[in-house]
Structures are given as structure tokens and as C-alpha cells.
């Protein structure tokens, strides 16, 4: 039979050495209104890194949206039917996690001018291409990032 919280001695799990019993037991204080004995500090601690650790998916979805936009765009001999499903896959990424947190639209130009930078260099070196070869702005407006067709069939044929 499990141990409810209040039969639970003093001593609690601590945050740093056993995260997921010290979520349990905030949770069940939180639910009993025990407000008096939560750990308020590193409670508002982990809602921060949940916010952004959700501002870290959109980011790297973009970046690998982006990053492949480049690569198909810069060297349409190499292009492969990988980059139309990972270009999908990474539309279909960003959708769901905007979709789960709309408050993250106020952010999505910087997004897209923050992540590009590091786009750009990632597709350089994919692609052994200098930076310079690359526009130094990302020349990708929403609609192009969100909707620009890309079809297997724009692929060139195994040789």
C-alpha cells in the first residue's frame, strides 16, 4: 500500500538528488493546499526550464527547416527524398509545439533571425560550401518556412 504524504516523515526528497520523487511530493502538496511546505524556489525554477525547454523544440525545428531549405535551394543536384521528409517532418514539429504553446508566437521573428545564423553555418558544412555562399539575412518569409511545396519527384533519380 503506497505512503500517502502526510504519513511521510519531515524529510523530503531533495530537488537536486531525486527529481522525479521531489516532483511527486510537490504535487501532492500542491493538490492538498499545502502551500505552506512546497519548495516555492525550485518549483517556479522548473516552470522556467518547461517554458523553455519548449522554446528550445520550436527553436530547433526551425533551425532544422531552415538548414535544409538552404541545403535544397544552394545544391539542387544533392538533393534527396530524405530532405522532403525531414523538411515535413520539422514543419510538423514546429506546428505541434506551437499549437501547445501560442504564447510562444510573440517570439517566432527573433526565433527566426536568432536561429539562422547557426542555420546557415550548419548547412555550410553539410554542404562543404563557404558561409559567404549562403544570403546573410534568412531569405525565407513564414509562408516560404511553412508552406513552400517540396515534392519527392523534384528529386533526381538514384544514379
Known sequence: MATKIKDRPKARSGHDSDLYSWVQEQVALLKAGRLDEIDA???????????????????????VLIMHMLKWDQQP???????????????????????????????????RSDVYRSARRWAANETNLHESEFPRECPYDWDDLLSRPFETDSVPAPK
Open 41 to 63: 524556489d525550485n518549483i517556479a525554477e522548473e516552470l522556467r526550464d518547461v517554458g523553455n525547454s519548449e522554446y528550445a523544440q520550436l527553436e530547433s525545428a526551425l533551425r
Open 77 to 111: 543536384e544533392f538533393r534527396t527524398r530524405s530532405w522532403v521528409f525531414t523538411i515535413a517532418e520539422q514543419r510538423d514539429r514546429y506546428a505541434v509545439v506551437l499549437r501547445k504553446n501560442p504564447g510562444l508566437k510573440q517570439h517566432l521573428e527573433t526565433m
